[in-house]
């Protein structure tokens, strides 16, 4: 049996959508099981379902071999992990935003200190950062940073918060992972679920 590490949210509706446009019904109507089940077994493999941070954790230990994840959360924080390929989901991309007019920043908030911390390094910029939880927006609306470094999708967030982008940081996708030491053990199993799902052929 083999695992693999799942997020809850988007990027699990990504996935279903994924495996029932390449007809693999089996695993997308086991996976859209509405109870509050944090695993499931379809087809020998283990789907966990944990939080997209929590993804190169199971991963990195070996607990999980496999695990879908957002190139941001690993860029955020490096696991020692085999980054395997890019999947066809998840698109989206870090920007620096702010309200309109800003003409310099010098406070940025973030829930992704180290891509924020990193980009204006490289731009030799002076900045201070405020690590927060989630609904950034908020701080520059409330003059608690200048600008914010977030994800953006579809720009709706901005727009409906009154903020633009000032510039784009680098594209997420979602990724494949897996354990560094089981990829190579459990190698069969692996490339069999991975030619399966249509990820490798
Ligand atoms: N608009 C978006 N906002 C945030 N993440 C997005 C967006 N669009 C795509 N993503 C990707 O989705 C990933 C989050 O996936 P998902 O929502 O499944 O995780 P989660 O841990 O269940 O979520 P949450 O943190 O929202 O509870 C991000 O790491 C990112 O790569
Ligand atoms: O460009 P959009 O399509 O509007 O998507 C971007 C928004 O989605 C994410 O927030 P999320 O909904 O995960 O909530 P959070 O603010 O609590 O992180 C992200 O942090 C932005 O706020």
Do not use: W
Request: glycine share 8%; charged share 25%.
């Amino acid at each position: 049996m083999i695992t693999v590490a799942l997020t809850k949210g988007r990027l699990f509706k990504d996935f279903l959508k994924y495996m029932s446009e390449n007809d693999l019904a089996d695993y997308s109507t086991a996976l859209e099981d509405e109870t509050r089940s944090l695993y499931t077994i379809v087809n020998n493999v283990k789907f966990i379902f944990a939080k997209g941070p929590d993804v190169p954790t199971y991963v990195e230990s070996g607990v999980a071999d496999l695990g879908i994840v957002g190139s941001d959360i690993i860029t955020e924080n490096p696991f020692n992990i085999l980054n395997v390929s890019q999947l066809p989901f998840g698109d989206c991309h870090f920007s620096v935003a702010a309200l309109p007019g800003q003409e310099s920043f010098g406070v940025i908030a973030t829930k992704y200190t180290n891509i924020a911390k990193e980009h204006f390094k490289n731009k030799k910029q002076d900045i201070s950062l405020i690590h927060l939880n989630g609904s950034v927006e908020l701080a520059p609306l409330l003059g608690l940073s200048d600008g914010i470094v977030d994800i953006v999708q579809t720009g709706s967030t901005l727009k409906d918060n009154g903020l633009v982008e000032y510039e784009k940081i680098m594209d997420i996708h979602a990724r494949l992972i897996a354990n560094k030491r089981t990829f190579y053990t459990k190698e069969d199993e692996i490339y069999g679920f991975l030619t399966e799902i249509g990820v490798i052929e």
